[in-house]
């Protein structure tokens, strides 16, 4: 069974293969896997891409829906399991969306990952490469996509980027 350590941090651009590689890291283990799913169908393009992972998954993970509370998944999961959580910027995005005290939301996310008694792979993408947003909704995500990334790294055990679909390890 290939060690994983309990937090694990995978940050990179739209498409550039981060869930590949998490999906890929976990699969690696020979653990039970748990897959906990952020994203929420509200169009056809987001209803084919979620159908695209599941395929891409198989039928040997299991897959809980948390799009806003990630809290009850992780705590149900078994010491022996390994998680992913795909994504932490969809949930940041219903966060905001729900009108959600972000802060105190984080600080949550962030015990319930320390708490998980299983690993725990969190996908998450990078939002600050970009050019400054032209509106303030969109700059006020950047900005607290950025404050999220920055402290789930802090707590992380390791931080990958990904980039064109090369893993390069930054912590």
């Keep these: ?14 498409a550039s293969g981060k869930s ?18 952020t994203g929420q169908a509200y169009d056809a393009e987001m209803e084919e ?3 695209d992972h599941k395929a891409r998954r198989g039928s040997n993970w299991r897959t809980i829906e948390a799009p806003l509370d990630l809290r009850p998944a992780l705590s149900e999961v078994a010491k022996g399991d390994a998680v992913l959580v795909d994504c932490a910027t969809l ?14 939301e984080e600080t ?20 600050g490469t970009g050019i400054v947003p032209e509106n303030a909704l969109a700059r006020r995500f ?3 996509q950025g404050a999220l ?23």
Excluded at 113 to 125: I, S
């Design 1 to 14: 069974m290939t060690d994983i350590p309990a937090l694990t941090l995978i940050i990179g651009g739209a």
């Design 20 to 37: 590949d590689h998490a999906e890929a890291l976990l699969t690696a283990t020979d653990r039970p896997l748990t897959y906990i799913a």
């Design 49 to 51: 891409k979620i159908a």
């Design 91 to 104: 949930w940041l995005t219903n966060q905001m969306f729900s009108d959600n005290d972000l802060a105190q």
């Design 108 to 127: 949550a996310l962030l015990a319930a990952l320390a708490a998980c008694p299983a690993p725990v792979v969190v996908v998450t993408n990078e939002v």
């Design 142 to 144: 950047r900005n607290a």
């Design 149 to 171: 990334n920055r402290r789930l790294a802090a707590q992380a055990d390791r931080v990958i980027t990904v980039i064109a679909g090369l893993p390069l390890v930054l912590k």
